[in-house]
């Protein structure tokens, strides 16, 4: 059967220069006015299209499916409020540098504003949350002039670059006239002569950048290295172990990091916050306060590292960044604009170890910290913290992670996996509304076992996101259940307030059994240690269908051993 295209030119030249580019991978939400893209990208044998009815979730399935791929995925929609479900995946990817390509269908400019259905503002729809808007001139039944046709091939060609090199979503905004479902055997020839975008070659830092680097470096005798969200795993052995063997260097990570050492610092939060309410605790963060400050990779997750650093700066702070410079701890940082792997190129072998006690010093408080920690685990009630625990303590080797926010990726960065993990967390904006859809779209794109961690109000917010055909039989989720929103009670408040559990915390009774049923996952649950264990044991295993664990937490329990773990350790490092 011969290939079918749109009638529409414009949605073959969209479709083209897909193909052309390597955007092969494109989620389309129903609509009629999207009927030229949808016949355009589902009748493509080289393009893989997914059908996800919920435009908020399949956006954040796009999103997750970038993730791994680290390239451009597209999303397609109808016109008028089906646009607007995408914004909170746009404003994701555009904290979080992810090359999400929003391609919606649009009325012809000649409908707007005079009453007609599902037609609403589309141009410019997203501002400044996406690298460019490309809105194309309108297109009929194969009635567009020469001249729209070359804007239109300019525009769209603008869009897919800047997705590729600023690594930023992008807007394309198509208008289509009736009839929108006519499709032809032969494409267009101006279509055919489309040719694929040549992309420069990544930039090297100067080398006056990287002298000034090397002798800030070299002459400093305390220098912390900050890895936030690394995504594509752009660090080399080289770098890894350079940074790791010289005794003026502390490295902390997150759990989003990627990257471990035994002579890494993860559990940031347990070396900071026992500190807070010591009488000398301006002695001990000076003592931590470091010369140089090097940060790579994306966000930060603890804000108490954040909270340090801006009071105790340090003399000299670089960025490596193939993009943008983020003044976080308002150093006003050196930008180093380039790849982490093509600096390491540049640099490492002219790093220099220097004499100090600063790595030694510190790791020997963490390792006692780690002990500490090791012992309040076996001392408390069963909650929150001892199931987070329980949990990483199960992970099995080299699973494939997914964080929800806020509490969970806040747990997960103060315990160790006793296995190396792959993990993400939506950390651009740090909203609770799309975790299950981008681990889905991660797992189904990466095509290796995946679990998400999650809380019960972000599973529950996101609950459609089961609602598609393409759950891999290996994706799992762990709903840790406390019956609202737990951040809420560590965060300052009035907790007896009659407000407080209907407007904060938003207590409930629900549980994830029937929405397993109604979308086939397998459900366990777990309601105390002992039962913990038990499912624990096997829920990693290989099985036929997906599956959700949920874990039943004590709310009024759960707060108060996560606040006295911190004086815990205060209490055991300082005696």
Known sequence: MSQQFSSIATAQLLVKAFELNHINQVVISPGSRNAPLTIAFSNHPSINTYSIVDERSAAFFALGMTQHLQKPVAVI????????????????????????????????????????????????????????????????????????????????????????????????????????????????????????????????????????????????????????????????????????????????????????????????????????????????????????????????????????????????????????????????????????????????????????????????????????????????????????????????????MHFANSSTVRYANLFDSKTPLIAFSNRGTSGIDGSTSTAIGYALASQHPTTIITGDLSFFYDSNALWNNYLPPDFKIIVINNSGGGIFRILPGDKQADYFHTYFETRHQLTAKHLSKMFGLSYFSAENLNDLEVELSSFFENSQKPKILEIFTPTEVNDQVLLSYFKYINKHLFR
């Open 77 to 400: 929609c109808t016109s008028g409020s089906a646009l607007a479900n995408y914004y909170p995946a746009v404003t994701e990817a555009y904290y979080s540098q992810l090359p999400l390509i929003v391609l919606s269908a649009d009325r012809p400019s000649h409908l707007l504003d005079i009453g007609d259905g599902q037609t609403i503002k589309q141009r410019h729809f997203f501002g400044e949350h996406v690298g460019y808007a490309a809105n194309l001139k309108d297109d009929t039944h194969q009635q567009i002039s020469v001249e729209d046709f070359n804007f239109n091939k300019t525009e769209v060609q603008a869009a897919i670059s800047t997705a590729y090199q600023q690594q930023l979503p992008v807007h394309i905004n198509a208008a289509f006239d009736e009839p929108l479902y006519h499709t032809t055997e032969k494409p267009f020839p101006e279509v055919e002569s489309l040719s694929a975008i040549e992309f420069p070659e990544i930039n090297k830092i100067t080398e006056e950048l990287v002298s000034k680097f090397i002798n800030d470096w070299n002459s400093a005798e305390r220098k912390l290295v900050l890895v936030g969200v690394n995504s594509n795993f752009d660090f080399t052995k080289e770098l890894v172990e350079v940074l790791a063997n010289d005794p003026s260097v502390i490295v902390m990570t997150e759990v989003t990091s990627n990257i471990a050492h035994k002579h890494f610092f993860q559990n940031i939060d347990a070396l900071i916050a026992p500190v807070e309410q010591l009488d000398d605790a301006e002695v001990y963060f000076k003592g931590l306060q470091p010369d140089l400050l090097l940060s790579l990779g994306g966000m930060l997750v603890s804000k108490k590292l954040k909270s340090f650093l801006r009071t105790y700066q340090p003399k000299a702070h670089y960025q490596v960044h193939p993009q943008r410079c983020l003044n976080t701890f308002f150093t006003n940082p050196i930008h180093l604009k380039s790849t982490v792997k093509q600096f390491s190129k540049q640099v490492v072998a002219k790093l220099q170890p220097v004499e100090s006690n600063y790595f030694e010093h510190w790791y020997q408080q963490k390792t006692r910290i780690e002990t500490i920690r090791e012992r309040y685990i076996q001392e408390i009630d069963y909650s929150d913290f001892k199931v987070f625990a329980s949990v990483f303590s199960a992970l099995p080797k080299n699973e494939h």
